[in-house]
């Protein structure tokens, strides 16, 4: 069953002493300022360790972006693109971000997490596979390709950049709208791939700010489970 739609207006209600996750949620944003906002809030974070995790959650103009890569090809040469180009610090090949995609950038401290990157990519794809659970689609991984698949479809990718065991960049999950300029790309640098999204998937409505609501509420009930690692890791040390 579907969950219920609930207004953007209830972001940021949890209870931030138990969560220490702040969310928030803001709307359609430019790429660069996006960009500005983690810069800022992960330059934050290191002059304070005991700051609060956030979790941006927000929609893009129409954007390209690529990661750190000698390998461009994914571009297909790029000076067709409709639409601006970012290079920037993340993992992996193209990407397209636009409307009717949420876009998700978790800002946290790995030094809470065991500092093990790998958990950090495998909870962002199980909280998106459970996500999605809730909408009546039955996603998963696949072998050696990091994202969310829909059988032979992917309807999220995942890209992040660390800093100091600090997180940036994150997830880009379709919801609705346009996916055709995902064709002027090879999307993460997979050759034929098929991308879809919620509204495809369902054949139902649903805005990009109702998803947002229900990954919120997810993340907030499943930080913890990413914190454990180092919890056990501190538990180890002390018992030798």
Not at 198 to 208: D, G, P, Y
Request: with cysteine; net charge negative.
């Amino acid at each position: 069953m579907n969950p219920p739609p609930v207004a953007a207006a209830t972001f940021g209600v949890a209870d931030e002493a138990i969560a220490d996750l702040r969310v928030r949620w803001l709307g359609r944003m430019q790429f660069a300022a996006a960009l500005a906002l983690q810069e800022e809030i992960l330059a934050k974070k290191r002059k304070d360790r005991l700051s609060a995790d956030e979790l941006l959650l927000l929609e893009h103009e129409p954007v390209y972006t690529i990661g750190r890569t000698t390998d461009r090809s994914s571009l297909l040469g790029a000076t067709h693109l409709p639409h601006p180009l970012f290079s920037i610090n993340r993992g992996g090949q193209a990407t397209y971000h636009g409307p009717g995609q949420l876009m998700g950038y978790p800002i946290i401290d790995l030094h809470r997490c065991g500092q093990d990157l790998h958990r950090y990519l495998r909870w962002i794809e199980q909280l998106l596979i459970e996500l999605l659970t809730g909408y009546g689609i039955a996603a998963s991984r696949r072998e050696s390709l990091t994202g969310v698949w829909v059988e032979n479809r992917k309807i999220a990718s995942i890209g992040v950049g660390v800093r100091h065991w600090i997180t940036m960049h994150g997830f880009a999950l379709n919801v609705c709208g346009d996916l055709s300029p995902f064709n002027h790309i090879v999307p993460c640098g997979i050759n034929k791939i098929a991308m879809t999204s919620i509204e495809k998937e369902t054949e139902k409505a649903f805005s990009v700010a109702d998803v947002a609501t229900a990954v919120e509420k997810l993340a907030l009930e499943r930080i913890l489970d990413l914190r454990m690692a180092q919890e056990a890791q501190s538990v180890n040390v002390e018992g030798e």
